[in-house]
Structures are given as C-alpha cells and as structure tokens.
C-alpha cells in the first residue's frame, strides 16, 4: 500500500425538520459554504451519516438538496440512512431524493476502498439497527476483494457496532479481521473515538440536535494515511488553515503496535501533515515543544520533515499560521512494543479513547446510543 491520503469532511446527523425553525438547516448552509470556500479541492468527499431528515418527509431531504447545492461540482457528497429517516417505515422518500450515485454501497478513492452501510431497513424502526442479509453478503464480498486488491477498508455506518440489534461482536470482528483502518458513524450526537485494539472508530455530533459544547455546530476532517487514521473536530466559524498531523500515529489511535508507521522505532521517523485552507506561512514541527523545523511540501496541502528521535513518550507538534495540531507519539525499539490481546467487545463504547481536547472530544457521551447519558 502506499502513503496515498483520503481526507472528506463528516457533517453530523442533520435532523432537518421546520419544527426548530430550520435551525439545523441554517448550520447545515453554513457548513456547506465553509467547506465550500475553504476545503474544495483538498478533501474526497463529503459525509452524511444518516438521520438526515428528522421525520424522513420529502421536504425535509428537499431543505437538504438545496444546501447541498452550494457545494462545487468537483466536490461530491456521499450519505447513508438513519433510523430517523426510515421514521415513514420505508427508504422511499430518502431514495427518491437521493440519486443512486450519492448513495453508493461501495467506491475505490486513493486506494482505499469505502464501504457504505445500511443498517436501518432490515429492522422494525427506531435503534431497532440490522444488517439485511444483502448487506451481510456484500459486506463480506467487499472486505474479501478490497484484500484481494491491495485497497484498504473503510466502512460507513449510521451507529457503532455494540447498537446492532444483533451480531454486533461479529461484525466487529469481521472488521478486525479483515484489517479495516477506519469506521465512520452518526447516531451517538456527541464527538467521541472508540479503538478497541484492532479498528478505531469515530462519531462525530450531531448537527441538528447537539448535546454539548453549548451547542456550538461543527464538522470533523478524517483523513487514513498508509493505514493511519487521524480525526479532528472543527467549530463551524473556526480559522484556517485546519493542520492535521496524518502520520505516524496519535498513541490514542494504534491498532498495529508493531508498525513502525504507527509505533516508530527510535532513530529517524517520517512527520507528515496536511494542512488544510490557503496559506502561505511556513509549516514548522517540534518534539516536545523544543526547536522548531521547516517542513518541506510532498504534494499538495502536504508537509513533510524527517526527525530523529529517542525512545519513549514524545509530543509532536505541527504549526502553520494560526493553525496547528499535536499528537502524542510513542517511540519504541523493536523489542519493546507494546502488545495486544484478542479481540475483546469489539466495536463498543467502552473503548471509548475519553476526553481529548486536542482533537475536539469533550468526553461528555451525551446522547441517543446505548452508551450515552441524558436521553
């Protein structure tokens, strides 16, 4: 596999509905003209997660069509359903607003191949999620051919595992199995990443019903490089350029402790960020907030700079203009990583990585899923 990067941006459950004012739809707009201006160009794509229209009416995916039209013809947009949008007890006015194009069950883009999950129509409403046994076979037939082809597994789904009405510890462990790097999921309305040894997911809040920040809207940039995942919230109106450290590894998200892309061995180790935005300020690294040194572009929106480092903990650090991002390393000898057991609840929350500020994550877990509080 090589170093090649997907990035797309993941707006959360957007519960469009009047009954609010079309409040979610104003952040929704807004959001759109961000990314628009801002991220056109540098992301693949963009993600809707499901719940999308609140009672799953025509006007309500007629709101979002409008707003999706501001964005640029070369900047496509992908979207699954919700439970919210299976509300009339079919996908019939979600289909009819969708075209088949931005609802693929499954597309190749920079070598990773992205796999879109329906979980909401084989069950009986509500969190009532199942796969049907289309989905199933077709979850299988996709992992066996993405090895088959050197692509790297994502998956697209509208909540984590552990909120499957059934066969959530199989699916879990399909993924594990099968090596996918990363899971993308609505549902939860809080920010929150779950790793559970093998695969890390991530959940970005909602955009319509938000449960915490003071309700403040935003969007996450994930971006996969060579197998890395890194994930940031942004709060809508936030300055750019957005710096996201892409490689090696936050130590919060290591699946493979024995790849030194993940766990670096001491002596000379790859930085790669992207900076996302227009600036033409330098990009600097440091470790551990010691002296700073000018990265060099490898490509486009991406900075590179090779360091050396010693053993142990080691906090990197990415700066350019008002942006910057941090991420916490470990640097181990090759007899010295750490080690992981089986496969252990895979794909639930108890996994949960907690609060972690740096990358927008409260910790608050307020929200509809199993493991959320308050509702």
């Known amino acids: 596999m090589s170093d090649a990067t997907i990035a797309w941006v993941h707006v959360g459950d957007l519960h469009l509905e009047d009954a609010d004012g079309w409040e979610s739809l104003a952040r929704f707009e807004a959001i759109i003209a961000e990314v628009t201006e801002h991220l056109a160009g540098q992301v693949d794509f963009v993600f809707l997660p499901g719940d999308n229209a609140n009672h799953g009416t025509p006007d309500q995916y007629a709101a979002m069509r409008r707003a999706l039209a501001g964005l640029p013809a070369d900047l496509p947009w992908r979207i699954i359903p919700g439970d919210h949008d299976y509300e009339p007890g079919d996908l019939t006015a979600y289909e009819e607003a969708v075209p088949p194009a931005n609802r693929p069950e499954g597309e190749t883009i920079a070598g990773h191949r992205c796999i879109f999950l329906d979980i909401v129509s084989a069950g009986a ?15 299988r037939e996709e992992l066996a051919t993405a090895a088959a082809r050197g692509e790297v597994p994502l998956v697209f789904m509208h909540a984590f595992p552990e909120d499957l009405a059934a066969d959530g510890a199989e699916v879990a462990e ?18 929150d990443i779950l790793n559970d040894g093998a695969v890390v997911y991530g959940a970005t809040r909602s955009t319509g019903q938000i449960e915490e920040d003071d309700g403040q809207p935003g969007y996450t940039i994930v971006a996969v490089h060579d197998r890395v995942p890194s994930w940031r919230f942004r709060r809508t109106g936030a300055p750019f350029p957005h710096v996201q450290i892409v490689s090696p590894c936050d130590l919060r998200l290591v699946t493979r402790p024995y790849d030194p892309v993940q766990v670096p061995r001491p002596g000379s180790v790859d930085i790669v960020a992207r900076v996302f935005g227009h600036s033409d300020a330098p990009v600097r690294v440091s470790v551990d907030d010691g002296a700073e040194t000018l990265m060099t572009r490898d490509g486009d929106g991406q900075w590179r700079a090779r360091l050396v480092l010693t053993a142990g903990h080691r906090r990197i650090r990415v700066v350019c203009d008002a942006g910057e991002d941090r991420i916490d390393l470990l640097v181990r000898p090759a007899d010295q990583v750490p080690k992981r057991g089986p496969l252990v609840a895979g794909g639930h929350s108890c996994h949960s990585v907690g609060a972690w500020p740096a990358a927008g994550i409260a910790g608050t877990q307020l929200g509809p899923n199993r493991n959320g509080g308050k509702w």
């Open 125 to 139: 409403g509500g969190p009532d999620f199942r796969l049907t046994m289309h989905h199933r076979n077709r979850l």
């Open 174 to 191: 399909a993924f594990a199995r099968a090596g996918v790097a990363f899971v993308d999921t609505g549902h939860t309305h809080y920010n």
